[in-house]
Nanobody
Framework: QVQLVESGGGLVQPGGSLRLSCAASGSILSIYAMGWYRQAPGKQRELVATIPSGGSTNYADSVKDRFTISRDNAKNTVALQMNSLKPEDTAVYYC??????????????WGRGAQVTVSS
């Protein structure tokens, strides 16, 4: 099995910054795309940013130029640096990874989520 564990959420004032981290562990042979999604109360889960194992990153229009996604392939980690945070960024943020396991099975995995609250 594969586990994704997020860290770094919390409460921040508008205009502030937070950094989310996610570590993947378990029966991992290779990780394809990694990314962050978020879900605000009463809304559907939406894509925030994704990063493939090689190639260009992808961001939601609402976070472009404010958020930066990065990954460390050697450590199986992905991070999301969030700057200039706005109240509308308040949500539970979920880490996602598309993993090829040592059993040669390709599946999607999700973390449990990290709460980010932007409020004065």
């Amino acid at each position: 099995q594969v586990q994704l564990v997020e860290s770094g959420g919390g409460l921040v004032q508008p205009g502030g910054s937070l950094r989310l981290s996610c570590a993947a562990s378990g029966s991992i042979l290779s990780i394809y795309a990694m990314g962050w999604y978020r879900q605000a109360p009463g809304k559907q889960r939406e894509l925030v940013a994704t990063i493939p194992s090689g190639g260009s990153t992808n961001y939601a229009d609402s976070v472009k130029d404010r958020f930066t996604i990065s990954r460390d392939n050697a450590k199986n980690t992905v991070a999301l640096q969030m700057n200039s945070l706005k109240p509308e960024d308040t949500a539970v943020y979920y880490c996602h990874a598309e993993v090829l396991s040592k059993l040669l099975l390709r599946n999607d995995y999700w973390g449990r989520g990290a709460q980010v609250t932007v409020s004065s």
